[in-house]
């Protein structure tokens, strides 16, 4: 497994033309881009996790019919430290960068001390955000790095606290129907609070000596202060409907003392978050137009989720579907050593992730009975019960189980929807097949090969789509047999089939998320929001091109 998951990617810095076979639509103009760990070994030091991995950006264009393919890797702070050392001098999530070995114990001292409050990482390994006209690759940290979409190349680093006060934020914001960002992000113990803050940065702005900036006009509209103050819930993303944020405050936390020792003791951040299973997860649901969380304390047993899936509103309620584990496994497993050796063995979840809709009413009846059912859906089978002091206990619909990296047609995020795109995984991290589920007919449909893993499958609609299927599905499928070449899988989102795959002779890296650019002249023009669909996407999981 070294050769997908430890070995070093090498660069494709000149477009590669792919094979293509098949025929890709000719109404698919544009550039899938995506975000991924590349680089896991520097020198002669290695780092211990796959999320540590040096961010390698890659993009495959398709024009006519043609796919051509490239990657560079994020000229990040991190990077060119760490390419100047010639080992890894900055800490990741699973690493422990520590002090250079050739430095007196003086220096060594104080290079302990500076970094009692950690300086993050700018690696912007795991996601693309689009900002006004601007495309930033993004990590978990309050850093994200502006990037050149076509050639890739790495530009400004950005600090969030310049604009929002925010130690983390994540990788995973939202887009509304004017393409204005959605993001959350925790702020530690800022004027003695720990607050978890919701903020909007605008997609247009007026233009100033220094240019268009949006994040200059980043504004906060919300935050919920954390049921702890040295401990935060950890999270990867949250949910949006067309009046509501939700937001999971679960019982994985990071540690904030662990955190502020970690360099000193010298242990990695992963060992400052943990999984607390006596705890419950809280269930925050957001007003967007007042900023103020809906006075019910709502929750439900305690879970793991890393994926939001869709949220909507549905006859006074509120739907939301997420990929949710037991525990904190997933992050256990994606250490190399599981990842390397006895493979098989090693890297088993020790919990499915599965599909779960949760429920929850926006106004709840005060003189509902205690422990009565105040969800009144038929179309769900999700609870949520009433009982003393304002509480109610969420219990979930379970709709799958085995996916993850779920897309969805996000033309339809924060509203009624069928389909969730994703990978099929069971007990082991990898994907194998890509899945269609039908959340109203609870069926699916599949698409795997031998020796193939696929990508996060990425949904793109087709110029005048009628259902929420009119589309394709984009997914970059790298093999596990030597032998055989990466290549593009192009499938019709409707039947599953597979329309056209795109061979690259050159190495591609199993990467994490990403979008897709569609080209702003040619037929892909057709994929403006339309008479019919006023609120089709303008926006970035499907991004008009600057
Ligand atoms: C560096 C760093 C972090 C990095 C987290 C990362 C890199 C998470 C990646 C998650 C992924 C890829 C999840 C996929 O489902 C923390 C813990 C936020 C805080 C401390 C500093
Ligand atoms: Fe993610």
Redesign the pocket.
């Known amino acids: 497994m070294d050769v997908i998951f430890g070995r070093n990617k090498k660069e494709q810095l000149e477009p590669v033309r792919a094979q293509v076979t098949g025929r890709i639509p000719s109404w698919l103009q544009g550039t899938l881009l995506r975000n991924g760990p590349g680089m896991h070994t520097v020198g002669e030091t290695r780092y211990n996790h796959w999320?540590d991995g040096l961010a390698l950006l890659h993009s495959f264009t398709i024009r006519d019919g043609e796919v051509y393919y490239r990657s560079k890797y994020l000229r990040s702070d991190t990077y060119n430290a760490n390419t100047k050392a010639n080992r890894i001098v900055v800490s990741?999530?699973g690493t422990m960068a520590h002090p250079d070995p050739c430095k007196n114990m003086f220096s060594k001292a104080f290079s302990y001390l500076s970094h009692t409050i950690p300086d993050?990482?700018d690696n912007c390994?795991?996601n693309i955000m689009k900002c006004g006209e601007d495309f930033y690759a993004t990590?978990?940290?309050n850093y994200i790095r502006k990037i050149n979409p076509q050639t890739l190349e790495t530009l400004e680093k950005v600090d969030y606290r310049n604009y929002v006060a925010v130690n983390?934020a994540t990788s995973h914001p939202h887009y509304d129907a004017a393409g204005n960002v959605l993001n959350m992000g925790t702020s530690i113990m800022d004027k003695g609070k720990t607050k978890y803050v919701i903020f909007k940065i605008p997609a247009t702005v007026p233009e100033d000596a220094k240019g268009k900036n949006p994040l200059k006009h980043t504004e906060v509209f919300g935050s919920i202060t954390s049921r702890s103050l040295l401990s935060p819930s950890?999270y990867?993303s949250f949910g949006v409907t067309e009046n509501y944020i939700v937001f999971l405050e679960q019982p994985f936390k990071?540690d904030v003392l662990k955190?502020s020792t970690a360099y000193i003791r010298g242990v990695n951040?992963?060992s400052c978050?943990a999984f607390h299973r006596e705890d419950q997860t809280y269930i925050h649901i957001i007003d967007q137009r007042t900023g103020k969380p809906v006075p019910t304390q709502f929750y439900t047993d305690p879970v793991v989720v890393?994926?939001h899936v869709n949220a909507y509103e549905e006859d006074g309620c509120l739907v939301f579907d997420v990929i949710a584990y037991e525990d904190g496994s997933?992050y256990q497993l994606f250490h190399l050593a599981n990842l390397n050796q006895d493979f098989e063995e090693n890297s088993r979840l020790t919990s499915v992730p599965t599909l779960r809709r949760f429920a929850v009413p926006l106004d709840v009846d005060k003189n509902a009975e205690v422990g009565s059912n105040v969800v009144k859906l038929a179309s769900t089978t999700a609870r949520a019960l009433k009982e003393k002091d304002d509480r109610v206990y969420c219990q979930p619909e379970l709709l799958y189980e085995g996916l993850e990296l779920p897309r969805i047609n996000y033309a339809h995020n924060g509203k009624p929807y069928r389909y969730v795109f994703a990978a099929e995984v069971h007990w082991s991290p990898i994907p194998t097949k890509i899945l269609k589920y039908d959340v109203l007919t609870k069926s699916s449909l599949k698409w795997g090969q031998e020796h193939c893993w696929p990508a996060e499958p990425l949904f793109v609609p087709m110029p005048g789509a009628k259902d929420e299927d009119d589309g394709i599905i984009l997914s970059a499928i790298v093999s596990t047999d030597p032998q055989k070449l990466p290549f593009l899988l192009v499938l019709d989102a409707k039947s599953f089939t597979e329309l056209a795959r795109a061979t690259i002779d050159a190495e591609v890296h199993l990467d994490?998320h990403g979008l897709f650019i569609p080209d702003a002249d040619g037929d892909a023009r057709e994929q403006a929001p339309s008479q019919e669909q006023p609120d089709r996407v303008p926006d970035c999981q499907v991004a008009p091109r600057t």
């Open positions: 999320f990741e999530f993050f990482t390994l795991i990590t978990e940290t983390l950890y990867h990071l955190m951040w992963a978050l890393f994926h997933l994490l």
